[in-house]
């Protein structure tokens, strides 16, 4: 039988004769590791299992309501990692690069009535889920 390195723990594992492109040994954390690799290359290449994906994660929440307001309230140690992270990532952005959060606006004036042409915005500013970051061109009053 062959050996080969595992990837994931990099200790020497014996190749399955019916796994002819195994890379991964058969520890339960190198397993894991495996799946999540494929999983992120799964939803990096085909649109229906991310759609899917997002769909049963949606559902999950509609399921839990709450569930991540109460988690930070249990875990205060999660938060400020978090808010460390994302301190760390704001300082490496450009200036001028923005994080638009659910119903943000720089402008609390009202638009004036009119049509308007809504452009999306792809100069690498971070929008929450189902938001767009875009572009607004007046291209008539009425």
């Known amino acids: ?3 080969r390195r595992c990837l994931a723990c990099g200790s020497q594992f014996r190749l399955l004769p019916q796994v002819p492109e195994q890379n991964h040994c058969s520890a339960p954390a190198c397993q894991r590791e495996r799946r999540k690799l494929w999983q992120r290359l799964k939803r990096a ?19 839990h309501p709450g569930y991540w307001s109460q988690y930070r309230d249990s875990h205060p140690e999660y938060v400020e990692r978090n808010r460390e992270h994302q301190t760390a990532r704001n300082a490496n952005r450009k200036e001028g690069n923005l994080i638009a959060k659910m119903d ?3 402008d609390p004036r009202p638009l004036p009535s009119g049509t308007y042409r809504l452009s999306m915005v792809q100069d690498g500013q971070i929008a929450k889920m189902d938001e767009w970051i875009v572009q607004i061109v007046l291209l008539a009053k009425t």
């Open 104 to 106: 943000a606006s720089r």
């Open 1 to 3: 039988m062959s050996t």
């Open 45 to 63: 290449t085909d649109p229906a299992y991310r759609d899917n994906q997002a769909r049963a994660q949606k559902a999950w929440l509609e399921r």
